[in-house]
Nanobody, 117 residues
Framework: VQLQASGGGLVQAGGSLRLSCVAS????????MGWYRQAPGKQRELCAT???????NYADSVKGRFTISRDNAKNAVYLQMNSLKPEDTAVYYC????????????WGKGTQVTVSS
C-alpha cells in the first residue's frame, strides 16, 4: 500500500490550503488515517486523525483551524487548513493503518507547506 500526498504550497498567513492523500495498491482494509507534520529541527507531531467511522482527534495547536475528513470509497483523507500561521510551516505527512488486522502503519512521502508572515 502506498500513500500519495498532495496540495502543499506557499500561502500567506491567514490563508488556506487543502491537503489530499490517496492510498493505492493491495488494500485489504484501511483503519485510522491521519496527518502529521515535521518542522525543521523538530520532531514529527500529530495534527489530526480520523477513524473509519469518522471519529476525529486534533492536536491543540490546530484545533478550530484544521479539519480532517475522509472518503472511504476513494481511500482518501483530506486536511482543510484555515487561518494558517507561520508556525504551521512544515512538511506534512499522511499516515494510515492498513492490512487485514489494521496493524501495519504506512506513511506518505510528505508535502511541504510554507506560510509566510
Amino acid at each position: 500500500v502506498q500513500l500519495q500526498a498532495s496540495g502543499g504550497g506557499l500561502v500567506q498567513a491567514g490563508g488556506s490550503l487543502r491537503l489530499s492523500c490517496v492510498a493505492s495498491g493491495s488494500i485489504l482494509r484501511i483503519g485510522v488515517m491521519g496527518w502529521y507534520r515535521q518542522a525543521p529541527g523538530k520532531q514529527r507531531e500529530l495534527c489530526a486523525t480520523i477513524s473509519g467511522t469518522g471519529s476525529t482527534n486534533y492536536a491543540d495547536s490546530v484545533k478550530g483551524r484544521f479539519t480532517i475528513s475522509r472518503d472511504n470509497a476513494k481511500n482518501a483523507v483530506y486536511l482543510q487548513m484555515n487561518s494558517l500561521k507561520p508556525e504551521d510551516t512544515a512538511v506534512y505527512y499522511c499516515q494510515a493503518y492498513v492490512g487485514l488486522r489494521l496493524d501495519t502503519v504506512v506513511w506518505g512521502k510528505g508535502t511541504q507547506v510554507t506560510v509566510s508572515s
